[in-house]
């Protein structure tokens, strides 16, 4: 009799969760396999995946590097803002 209920529950825990979108827009499912008994299509892998993260990052942080340097140089140049040499004293 308890057997019969484990095994009831766990097949309509598998058979029971539908895909479900979360916030992040992607389809998450709880089973592996149909109603059917047939496994799921196995998930696109992406080409360049740590490749693309790790390009991401460079690019970002070089464009950000870049723009700071511009914008340190124009300020300067314009003289609103000269950093002095008092500020160096640590007497």
């Given amino acids: ?4 209920l484990v095994r009831t529950l766990i097949n ?4 029971a969760s539908p895909p479900r ?3 992040t827009g992607q389809v998450t499912r709880k089973a592996v396999t149909k109603p059917t008994g ?3 299509e196995e998930p696109e892998k992406q080409p360049y995946g740590l490749l693309g993260v790790a ?3 460079f690019l970002g942080l070089f464009i950000g590097a870049t723009i ?5 140089s124009f ?5 609103l803002f000269v950093p002095s040499d ?3 004293d640590d007497d």
């Fill in 1 to 4: 009799m308890a057997a019969r």
């Fill in 12 to 15: 309509a825990r598998l058979t």
């Fill in 21 to 23: 979108l979360q916030t």
């Fill in 38 to 40: 047939a496994f799921f």
């Fill in 55 to 57: 390009v991401t990052v």
């Fill in 68 to 72: 700071s340097q511009n914008m340190a």
């Fill in 75 to 79: 300020l300067e140049e314009n003289e």
């Fill in 86 to 88: 008092d500020d160096d």
